[in-house]
């Protein structure tokens, strides 16, 4: 995790360098968080995949404001239900098949839902410069 992309030495003499180790940290602190690797998946042999995220920071924004605006007082009931089932269940979430049956809804109107969160995310994700506008999602 880094959260200037890259590491200030301190020490005087260079113009891009801070000579109080203090301030160096509280640079360090205040900064945006430019990129994580997340490890997923199985280990093979010893190692497991990287996911390299740009600006997580931004993106814990935009699921924050995501989750605020569909488990909202006011939101229709089967929208906020399908929003807690399918993102906040666990890793995977639940089963579409599972969730229409408990929300007596249609598969069509679970997939209508879950492309109006994905679409709803992706546009603010864009409005933050975190994807293209032109991104398909």
């Known amino acids: 995790m880094s959260r200037t992309g890259n590491d200030k030495n301190t020490g005087g003499g260079k113009p891009n360098h801070i000579s109080d180790p203090t301030a160096a940290e509280a640079l360090k602190l205040v900064e945006p968080i430019q990129f994580v690797h997340v490890p997923y998946g199985a280990y093979l042999r010893g190692r497991r995949d990287e996911k390299f995220i740009r600006l997580p920071e931004k993106w814990l924004k935009v699921e924050k404001l995501t989750r605020e605006f569909y488990t909202r007082e006011g939101q229709k009931k089967h929208v906020k239900g399908i929003y807690k089932r399918r993102y906040m269940n666990g ?47």
Request: hydrophobic share 40%; net charge positive; glycine share 8%.
């Open 91 to 137: 890793e995977y979430g639940e089963r579409w098949e599972i969730t229409c049956n408990k929300l007596n809804i249609s598969r069509t109107i679970y997939y209508a839902v879950v492309h109006d969160i994905v679409r709803f995310a992706g546009l603010y994700a864009a409005g933050m410069g975190l994807i293209s506008p032109y991104s398909r999602f």
